[in-house]
């Protein structure tokens, strides 16, 4: 039986986004889904936006280093980079709390994940932000401006998020995807929020 495909669009800064894509991955094990990975950037989605804190904006000018990283990856060594880069970032920025260690993260998954050392130098280049904001617009454009990351794409459909920790494991994973599929295959609905009490679970 062939598998299904699911498009995943991340920004490997977002914890919210590193706990879906943990997810994925056990929906993944579960349903015949082949995932395909994408980068999107916060730094582009508010770029134009006036009503974020400057705390924020400083944080999303430091945010683009890992997605040119990974994009640039993807245009010179190929698209089977792009989920290893990511867990390995991811790992390290969100499991391990590495944040303030940025370019140390980025050197430490560019050999965790058998690339040249040289390939760090995609981390400070716009050379590839042509492809980097059209992977961006691809995902956003499927859910609307109003939205972030991660965006899921699947049989037709697209959605934000779910925002969700701990990431389900085994069947429970399996269990949420399917509502989640079908909620969002209804063409009237659009959202379903409550507060969130809780931060990441990294686990």
Known sequence: MTDDVADFWFDPACPWAWMTSRWMDEVAKVRNITVNWHVMSLTVLNE????????????????????????????????????????AIGTRYHPQGRRDDQRQVLIESVAEV?????????????????????SHDRGIGLVGQDVGTPVVAFNGIAFFGPVVTPAPKGEEAGKLWDAVVQAAGFEGFFELKRTRTRGPIFD
């Open 114 to 134: 058998g690339l040249p050392a040289e390939a760090i130098d995609l981390a400070d280049s716009g050379a590839h932000d042509e492809s980097l904001r059209a």
């Open 48 to 87: 134009d936006k006036d009503d974020i804190s400057e705390s924020y904006r400083a944080s999303l000018a430091t945010a683009m280093a890992p997605v040119r990283l990974i994009n640039g990856v993807r245009e010179v060594h190929g698209q089977e980079y792009v989920k290893p880069l990511y867990d």
